[in-house]
């Protein structure tokens, strides 16, 4: 047993200096083996040299893009016009350039970590630093694909159940069986707080300021429980909003809108596969402005 012990201990010793970046913390064969440090922590650590290692080559990719784009060695990104509707590639390479720059830009591309509390970032701290940096390269833009599945896997707050694919196509427009509704729009406000006071304010507000048409073609998807829905829409009065449920985030994260450096509210209208509309830290005193607006030419 101590062999397998020994053995297992200089893997991952070896595995957490393969991965962690220069100038980072280099964990020792004595740290390992150390009292102070448990499986959990060690298994931890491989993790986070894994996705630092995939940070760090996509960091390497945009760089290179970088160069090549300011080399003049291909053709500049194209730009959208107000008559011109670009192709799927040229969305794709235009929102790829906005992530490479915001990659490019991002403070936290070291991660280090903690084994005793001296002068290292918590576990935790490396953990939210490391997720941030991950939304960044994976972050959603204005045209990009919306994709259809994460829809499955929200809670109808009246059942308690996950929607499934059946209940999706009576959310998503382009799933839908009719040819005429498959072109509609659906507009999304998002929250991930539990109890988020900024959203049941904008809720009472939407319930009141919009109109029904725009209501029928909008959802609210927060991380509260089928239950506290219903009892906050109640007590409100509230009956012509129509809330999902996402407890543990997953439509999210797949969408990246769990906010910038906080968690907030944000706006998104999906139409024909696409994210027409994104915004993000929406103010809860404009919220219905801001639906008006992004809507009007859709």
Request: a neutral charge; one cysteine or more; aromatic letters at 6%.
């Amino acid at each position: 047993m101590k062999l397998i012990r020994s053995a297992i201990s200089c893997m991952l010793a070896v595995a957490a200096d393969a991965f962690l970046a220069p100038g980072s913390h280099y964990l020792s064969s004595n740290q390992i083996n150390g009292n102070s440090m448990s499986s959990t922590s060690m298994y931890g650590a491989f993790n986070k040299g894994n996705k630092q290692a995939e940070l760090m080559k996509k960091m390497a990719d945009a760089k290179k893009q970088r160069e090549i784009e300011a080399s003049g060695d291909v053709a500049p990104v194209v730009q959208p016009s107000e008559d011109k509707k670009l192709s799927d590639a040229e969305v794709k390479k235009m929102n790829d350039m906005k992530r490479f720059e915001q990659l490019l830009g991002s403070e936290s591309t070291t991660m280090n970590y903690d084994i005793d509390g001296n002068n290292y970032k918590t576990q935790q701290q490396e953990e939210e630093e490391l997720d941030a940096t991950s939304r960044g390269v994976n972050r959603m833009f204005e045209g990009d694909p919306a994709p259809s599945e994460p829809f499955e896997g929200l809670v109808n707050m009246v059942t308690g159940n996950a929607m499934g694919e059946n209940g999706a196509k009576r959310i998503v427009p382009w799933l839908k069986t009719s040819s005429a509704k498959q072109k509609d729009y659906l507009i999304v406000i998002t929250d991930p707080r539990a109890k988020s006071s900024e959203l049941r304010s904008t809720l009472i507000r939407i319930s009141k300021g919009l109109p029904a048409d725009v209501l029928s073609k909008l959802v609210v998807i927060n991380a509260d429980t089928p239950a506290e829905n219903r009892r906050y829409l109640k007590k409100n009065g509230i009956d012509n909003v129509h809330m999902l449920c996402d407890e543990k985030r997953e439509w999210m994260r797949e969408y990246t809108v769990l906010g910038e450096n906080r968690w907030s509210m944000c706006l998104l209208v999906l139409q024909e596969k696409r994210v027409e509309k994104l915004v993000r830290e929406v103010d809860v005193e404009l919220a219905t402005k801001v639906i008006k607006a992004a809507t009007q030419k859709l």
